[in-house]
Antibody
């Protein structure tokens, strides 16, 4: 069974940093690109970042470029999101999602990790 | 960036109704369009990918159509478990933008 489990969220002051993790199981992790998607409370979905299977291709939303860094450790079946210079508008539930192997869809999602940026 | 616009933002419907949600892209995305369903407190779940392909395990009452800039999600006979919010998403290029969502209410 495919499972994605996020962790690392919490309450943080503006300007501080936080690192999210996503532990993957039930599939061959290094066969798949992975993404982070966020959802502010009561709002829609916002794509944040993507990393290819071998970390060779990385993309970011303009809203986080220069502040967030996506990475992965295929040996540990883990995905990460280092978030620096956090702003109140970064407050959201952060999901990790797997990109389907046969088509560019998000076929599996974690349950999300809540990040709250507030003083 | 490609903008995705859904309509309507919300709709009220009854069990058994046929429901149609529209998604428009700001430029052509060929058939690179996915539809997701999200229920309160849950992660999104993919229903349709590549505009019209039904994801494994999704009931056949869900269908998708369209190409280029205009797409449609249809629920042929609304069931109680279908009351949720639906999002379209383009997978043509990054950023992988989503529509703003359509909330289907009783």
């Amino acid at each position: 069974e495919v499972q994605l489990v996020e962790s690392g969220g919490g309450l943080v002051q503006p300007g501080r940093s936080l690192r999210l993790s996503c532990a993957a199981s039930g599939f061959t992790f290094d066969d798949y690109a992975m993404h982070w998607v966020r959802q502010a409370p009561g709002k829609g979905l916002e794509w944040v970042s993507r990393i290819s299977w071998n970390s060779g291709t990385i993309d970011y939303a303009d809203s986080v470029k220069g502040r967030f860094t996506i990475s992965r450790d295929n040996a540990k079946n883990s995905l990460f999101l280092q978030m620096n210079s956090l702003r109140p508008e970064d407050t959201a539930l952060y999901y990790c999602a797997r990109e389907g192997g046969m088509a560019p869809l998000f076929d599996y999602w974690g349950q999300g990790s809540l990040v709250t940026v507030s003083s | 960036d490609i903008q995705m616009t859904q309509s309507p933002s919300s709709l009220s419907a009854s069990v058994g109704d046929r429901v149609t949600i529209t998604c428009r892209a700001s430029q052509s995305i060929a058939g690179y369009l996915n539809w997701y369903q999200q229920k309160p407190g849950k992660a999104p779940k993919v229903l349709i990918y590549a505009a019209s392909s039904l994801q494994s395990g999704v009931p056949s009452r869900f269908s998708g159509s369209g190409s280029g800039t205009d797409f449609t999600l249809t629920i042929s006979s609304l069931q109680p478990e279908d009351f949720a919010t639906y999002f379209c998403q383009q997978s043509y290029t990054t950023p992988r933008t989503f529509g703003q969502g359509t909330k289907v209410e009783i």
